[in-house]
T-cell receptor, first 114, second 115 residues
Framework: AQSVTQLGSHVSVSEGALVLLRCNYS??????LFWYVQYPNQGLQLLLK??????LVKGINGFEAEFKKSETSFHLTKPSAHMSDAAEYFC????????????FGGGTRVLVKP | DTGVSQDPRHKITKRGQNVTFRCDPI?????LYWYRQTLGQGPEFLTY????????KSRLLSDRFSAERPKGSFSTLEIQRTEQGDSAMYLC?????????????FGPGTRLTVL
């Protein structure tokens, strides 16, 4: 079974500051991990994915995440926040390559202050 | 546009009515998924198809819910005798499963409001 915990349902950052969104997972098999972004009244857009290759994964819009097996974490970072980063972010886990369903965390809403 | 499309985008209905949503996946994708997202929560898996076969259903999918993918292309999700607790965003996703990554691409969702 898989589960995802996102610490902090809301995060407020100043424009230009570091964005750090935390994700911890539980998986009975080697996981595939994902970060998605959701803008209001829209579907989910994939930011980046970990698929058992490099532990540091770079995604779109300047985001990156690091897979740490010992900490069962996959935290998302962006060095400098932009106003357009204001959205909700979801971490998700899938049981390996051929796994079917995604299991999502509860989401973290990011507010960017000018 | 070659992405996943869903229709309608919004649906308002009265309690007890039946509703049906449609999802058109990316054309060559053989897997199609339905998820439900309630306000302030992450999406939850409901069911998925490989071609026309429904291979897995969540316990969240009560007897009032039925999904079909009759020709292995578009899919419909029907909710009978809607309840206020069915109010949510219903998300569809599709993927091309060839034994590899199986990345899911999401549609814009259908937001259901049950009055």
């Amino acid at each position: 079974a898989q589960s995802v915990t996102q610490l902090g349902s809301h995060v407020s950052v100043s424009e230009g500051a570091l964005v750090l969104l935390r994700c911890n997972y539980s998986s009975s098999v080697p996981p595939y991990l994902f970060w998605y972004v959701q803008y209001p009244n829209q579907g989910l857009q994939l930011l980046l994915k970990y698929t058992s290759a490099a532990t540091l994964v770079k995604g779109i819009n300047g985001f990156e995440a690091e897979f740490k097996k010992s900490e069962t974490s996959f935290h998302l970072t962006k060095p400098s926040a932009h106003m357009s980063d204001a959205a909700e972010y979801f971490c998700a886990v899938k049981p390996g390559a051929a796994g079917n369903k995604l299991t999502f965390g509860g989401g973290t809403r990011v507010l960017v202050k000018p | 546009d070659t992405g996943v499309s869903q229709d309608p985008r919004h649906k308002i209905t009265k309690r007890g009515q039946n509703v049906t949503f449609r999802c058109d996946p990316i054309s060559e994708h053989n897997r199609l998924y339905w998820y439900r997202q309630t306000l302030g929560q992450g999406p939850e898996f409901l069911t998925y198809f490989q071609n026309e076969a429904q291979l897995e259903k969540s316990r969240l999918l009560s007897d009032r819910f039925s999904a079909e993918r009759p020709k292995g292309s578009f899919s419909t999700l029907e909710i009978q005798r809607t309840e206020q607790g069915d109010s949510a965003m219903y998300l569809c996703a599709s993927s091309l499963f060839t034994g590899g990554m199986n990345e899911q691409f999401f549609g814009p969702g259908t937001r259901l409001t049950v009055l």
